[in-house]
């Protein structure tokens, strides 16, 4: 069975520009997660969405915004680029709302912004 | 706010060492504890986790126990391998917050043949 998977891999913006991250679900997992990852520190959580809802948010600026689409797939936006949101960008997907449920994390993307 | 303080890295150890990676928490009520672990150019994976106090939790050689009194969970294994090279992440949730995890700053193992 395939993991989750996000796109693309890599990243390189500059500053002011705006970036769209994917993220792929383990099939028949109905929540998404997303978490930011600077190097040198552990992930930092930035949303959850489950069957297309939010359904929580961490301490981001409104310049994060994400959506789930009907088939559970989600996306990461990030608008007006600073350098410090050059980070890894990490997907994780579960059958439920709780953190309890084992959360399943993508290999992440490295957003580089110059 | 929750946080999860764990023992600064790197961490360099001999193959068949006795390894200890000390993690501690600070949240309200009674969080439920987990180690992740990150193995090189692989996503984060669940090693192991505990729900309530005195829980051990346990997998692949490793454990660790969820200690209340002290505010612990600290990672053990008896004999490491050099396949456990990797950043262990110590992590809770719980609360009013169950739908995230905090992480702490991850710690970098490295064991040589």
């Known amino acids: 069975d395939a993991g989750v998977t996000q796109s693309p891999t890599h990243l390189i913006k500059t500053r002011g520009q705006q970036v769209t991250l994917r993220c792929s679900p383990i099939?028949?997992?109905?929540?998404v997660s997303w978490y930011q990852q600077v190097l040198g520190q552990g992930p930092q959580f930035i949303f959850q969405y489950y069957e297309k809802e939010e359904r929580g948010r961490g301490n981001f600026p409104d310049r994060f915004s994400a959506r789930q689409f009907p088939n559970y797939s989600s996306e990461l936006n990030v608008n007006a680029l600073l350098l410090g949101d050059s980070a890894l960008y990490l997907c994780?997907?579960?059958?439920?709302?709780?953190?309890?449920?084992?959360?399943?994390f993508g290999p992440g993307t490295r957003l580089t912004v110059l | 706010g929750d946080s999860v303080t764990q023992m600064e890295g790197p961490v360099t150890l001999s193959e068949e060492a006795f390894l200890t990676i000390n993690c501690t928490y600070t949240?309200?009520?009674?969080?439920?504890l987990f180690w992740y672990v990150q193995y090189p150019g692989e996503g984060l994976q669940l090693l192991l986790k505990a729900t309530k106090a005195d829980d051990k939790g346990s997998n692949k050689g490793f454990e660790a126990t969820y200690r209340k009194e002290t505010t612990s969970f600290h990672l053990e294994k008896g004999s490491v391998q050099v396949s456990d090279s990797a950043v262990y992440f110590c992590a809770l949730t719980g609360g009013g917050s169950n739908y995230k995890l905090t992480f702490g700053k991850g710690t970098l193992l490295t064991v040589n043949p």
């Open positions: 099939s028949g997992h109905k929540s």
């Open positions: 949240a309200t009520g009674y969080p439920s």
């Open positions: 994780a997907s579960s059958s439920g709302t709780s953190a309890l449920d084992t959360q399943y």
